[in-house]
């Protein structure tokens, strides 16, 4: 997929009506407070820089799983007060997304002005991808950009349809994302090492397999990890494990030979009898657990050697956690390999979800290169897979 795309930037928008696509997509609390604005936050230079050229904005988002219908507590209220404090003006909600009250705002909105219209998934149609009301949306702009990388893997009417009635470029978030990432992929600085965890491998066999063409050391920790010593006949006791993908295991471990890629599994592992954050802790090397023991974290040796290709890495990119991150006793492997990587030299790139929310936790963020706003479609990026929301968007 050509990451090489038009930005914000590379059009103009003095007297434009823009609509934008945000990923405000914030946590709330049961009163409907929000209690985590960084996605908010994150949107501001995109919409400054258009509103500094002298653009009309209209901002659309999703929240949450509405599943097509209005309800109140997915609605973005709070949001429009949050943005409006934060841009230091008012920021209109509309009342609905196509209807007339959206229709009028987007109408009266002026040069330097910003609105926001309801949740756009309200409607059905938007995850359906809806021609009618991609072109509805449309219908109020000029121009379209998307900033919301956390849905660019989907083809929803107002991530990608949109595109087929209007010019589309990338906001600033989107455009950090593919040029730093694409280029992590594409031209790497070496070695390049890929850290994958997470509890299924199911869940990484795409990226896994992507990564094999072009990474120096892959290092699997994790629930995934011991699907890997089942398959080449280790004792994990009752250790997550997925029976079925066994014989997939053994095929990675084999390309990784095949292509000269270091594949480095847990030499230790962390015990409990129990999944419990009070459970008492143990260690054992790897493949030789007792029956009624199941790991639930790294131990001491694989932190070291883990550490160590990552202390020589030109490159890390790092997706899933190495353990029951969770629970504190069994987070001491995450903890150090994001220690790992902010003390390292690499270009560090953090794939969203666990892990970004492991490196924010930890008080490494700022010690890394790129922290991925979107968990999902990261994972696809590390993939190879072309994403929707950014396909559509107009080539440099």
Not at 67 to 78: D, I, N, Q, R, T
Not at 144 to 159: C, L, P, Q
Not at 311 to 332: H, I, L, Q, R
Not at 375 to 388: C, D, H, I, T, V
Request: negative net charge.
């Amino acid at each position: 997929m050509d990451y090489n795309k038009k930005s914000v930037e590379d059009i103009d928008v003095s007297g434009k009506k823009v609509i934008v696509r945000c990923d405000f997509n914030v946590p709330q609390d049961d009163t409907g407070r929000i209690t985590d604005d960084k996605r908010i936050v994150a949107s501001l230079q995109t919409i400054k820089y258009l509103l500094g050229k002298g653009a009309a904005v209209i901002l659309c988002s999703h929240l949450g799983r509405p599943k097509g219908e209005f309800k109140m507590k997915y609605s973005l209220a709070p949001v429009a007060e949050r943005l409006s404090e934060l841009l230091g003006q008012e920021v209109k909600l509309a009342k609905d997304v196509i209807g007339p009250d959206a229709k009028a705002l987007a109408a009266a909105v002026k040069p330097g002005e910003a609105i926001l219209l309801e949740n756009v998934r309200f409607h059905k149609e938007e995850e359906k991808n809806d021609p009618a009301f991609a072109k509805e949306l449309a219908s109020m702009a000029d121009i379209f950009v998307n900033d919301a990388f956390g849905t660019a893997h989907r083809a929803h009417a107002s991530t990608a349809g949109i595109a087929d009635y209007l010019p589309a470029v990338c906001g600033y978030l989107i455009n950090k994302e593919i040029s730093i990432m694409g280029k992590a992929l594409a031209d790497p600085a070496r070695p390049f090492v890929a850290i994958l965890g997470g509890a299924k491998v199911s869940d990484k066999i795409g990226v896994i397999n992507n990564l094999l063409e072009k990474c120096d050391t892959i290092i699997v920790g994790g629930g995934m990890s011991y699907t890997f010593a089942r398959a080449m006949g280790k004792k994990i006791g009752c250790s997550l494990c997925e029976e079925d993908k066994l014989d997939l295991a053994l095929g990675l471990l084999k390309k990784a030979e095949e292509k000269g890629v270091k594949l480095l599994l847990p030499v230790d592992t962390v015990c409990a009898d129990r999944f419990a954050a009070d459970a008492e802790a143990t260690v054992y090397a790897a493949g030789e657990l007792p029956d009624d023991m199941m790991g639930l974290d790294i131990g001491p040796k694989t932190i070291e050697l883990f550490s160590d290709a990552i202390k020589s890495a030109g490159t890390v990119v790092w997706n899933g956690p190495m353990g029951v991150f969770e629970f504190d006793k069994f987070a001491v492997g995450t903890k150090e390999i994001a220690r790992a990587i902010a003390n390292s030299s690499a270009v560090s790139i953090i794939g969203g979800g666990d892990s970004a929310a492991a490196v924010e936790k930890l008080g490494f963020a700022s010690k890394m290169t790129h922290i991925s706003t979107g968990g999902g479609a990261s994972l696809e990026f590390l993939e190879g897979l072309e994403l929707p929301g950014i396909a559509c968007l107009l080539d440099k």
